[in-house]
């Protein structure tokens, strides 16, 4: 069973930086892909980055030169750090492998 848990979120001014962790058990982060998304209150689910199996990334405008994703192989674990927060980006971030998503961390942008 493809098991996620994220930790990492938590209240931040912003300008201000978090690192988001995404543990994987019973799948192998090195042949697949993991994908964070968010969700703001009251919107929809909105895709924010992705990391392939060989470590290429891709990010959403919104985030992009804010956000950085990476990997850990070793320990089946990916991040995601978020620099230059903004109000605009408090949400509930997931990470998810194929159809399978985790519980989340709640990310709080204010001041």
């Known amino acids: 069973e493809v098991q996620l848990l994220e930790s990492g979120g938590g209240l931040v001014q912003p300008g201000g930086s978090l690192t988001l962790s995404c543990v994987v058990s019973g799948f192998s982060i090195s042949t697949s892909g993991v994908t964070w998304v968010r969700q703001a209150p009251g919107k929809g689910h909105e895709w924010v980055s992705s990391i392939s199996r060989g470590g290429i990334s891709s990010y959403a405008d919104s985030v992009k030169g804010r956000f950085t994703i990476s990997k850990d192989n070793a320990k089946n674990t990916v991040y995601l750090q978020l620099n230059y927060l903004k109000t605009e980006d408090t949400a509930m971030y997931y990470c998810?492998?194929?159809?399978?998503r985790g519980q989340g961390t709640q990310v709080t942008v204010s001041s």
């Open positions: 998810g492998l194929g159809i399978t």
